[in-house]
C-alpha cells in the first residue's frame, strides 16, 4: 500500500522560498503520476502542480507558473515543489497526491484524479 508523506512547510515571509517533499513508503513512485494540491482556509482542494509517471510531462496553476516547479527523484522515491518567491494567496496546506499509471499532468491537476493522497503541510505566508 503505497503512503505518501509531505515535509517541509513552514512560516514565511512574502518573497521567501521552501522546499516540500513527498516522500513515498510501501511501493516505488516510478509508476505513479504525483501531483501537489493546495487548500487554503475556505476554498476547495485545487491542483498546483503535477508530473507524468516517466516525468516528461508537467503541469501548473497559472498563479504558480514561473515561481513553483515540480520534479521528481526515483532514487530517493521522493518528489519535490520547490516554491519560490512567495505570496500571501500561497498560504494553504500542501497536499501530495498519486495516482498509478500513464495519465496526463492536466488531468491529475484539473480533474484532481488521484487515489493516494498524504496527511498535508501547512505552508503560511506571512504580510
Known amino acids: 500500500q503505497l503512503q505518501l508523506v509531505e515535509s517541509g512547510g513552514g512560516l514565511v515571509p512574502p518573497g521567501g522560498s521552501l522546499t516540500l517533499s513527498c516522500a513515498a513508503s510501501g511501493s516505488t513512485l516510478d509508476y505513479y503520476a504525483i501531483g501537489w494540491f493546495r487548500q487554503a482556509p475556505g476554498d476547495e482542494r485545487a491542483g498546483v502542480s503535477c508530473i507524468s509517471m516517466n516525468g516528461d510531462d508537467t503541469n501548473y496553476a497559472g498563479s504558480v507558473k514561473g515561481r513553483f516547479t515540480i520534479s521528481r527523484d526515483k532514487v530517493k522515491n521522493t518528489v519535490y515543489l520547490q516554491m519560490n518567491n512567495l505570496r500571501a494567496e500561497d498560504t494553504g496546506v500542501y497536499y501530495c497526491?498519486?495516482?498509478?499509471?500513464?495519465?496526463?499532468?492536466?488531468?491529475?491537476?484539473?480533474?484532481?484524479?488521484?487515489?493516494?493522497w498524504g496527511q498535508g503541510t501547512q505552508v503560511t505566508v506571512f504580510s
Open positions: 497526491a498519486a495516482r498509478p499509471g500513464a495519465i496526463s499532468a492536466e488531468s491529475m491537476c484539473v480533474m484532481q484524479r488521484v487515489d493516494y
